[in-house]
């Protein structure tokens, strides 16, 4: 099992920023790929960002390239995966998830990941 808790969210303005953070604990946080997803009310979850197990691969959704950076921290027990937000747009507003993959490799499909974050509020006012 793997526990994920996402911390960081808030309202901000747009053309702002904010980073958000998740902390894992549980199994090795080193052998799972990273992503993170957000839901805006009335819509589907849609991917935002992943990273691969070592952080030496990432990829975007297309709405966020250039705006959105995901890191991670394996060391020193951190264990933990950021999404630094910048740019922000009132589309960006929703609950942002953390998620964890059995995985070395990333994927952008929610039922790839196993375990599940509850996720923070972002609010992006315009």
């Known amino acids: 099992q793997v526990q994920l808790a996402e911390t960081g969210g808030g309202l901000v303005q747009a053309g702002g920023s904010l980073r958000l953070s998740c902390a894992a604990s549980?199994?090795?946080?080193?052998?799972?790929?990273m992503g993170w997803f957000r839901q805006a009310p009335g819509k589907e979850r849609e991917f935002v960002a992943a990273?691969?197990?070592?952080?030496?691969?990432?990829?975007?959704a297309d709405s966020v390239k250039g705006r959105f950076t995901i890191s991670r921290d394996n060391a020193n027990a951190k264990n933990t995966v950021y999404l630094q937000m910048k740019s922000l747009k009132p589309e960006d507003t929703a609950v942002y998830y953390c998620?964890?993959?059995?995985?070395?490799?990333?994927?952008?499909?929610?039922?790839?990941?196993?375990?599940w974050g509850q996720g923070t509020q972002v609010t992006v006012s315009s």
């Open positions: 998620a964890a993959k059995r995985s070395y490799y990333t994927g952008d499909a929610p039922n790839e990941y196993d375990y």
């Open positions: 549980g199994r090795t946080f080193s052998n799972y790929a």
């Open positions: 990273i691969s197990w070592t952080g030496g691969s990432t990829n975007y």
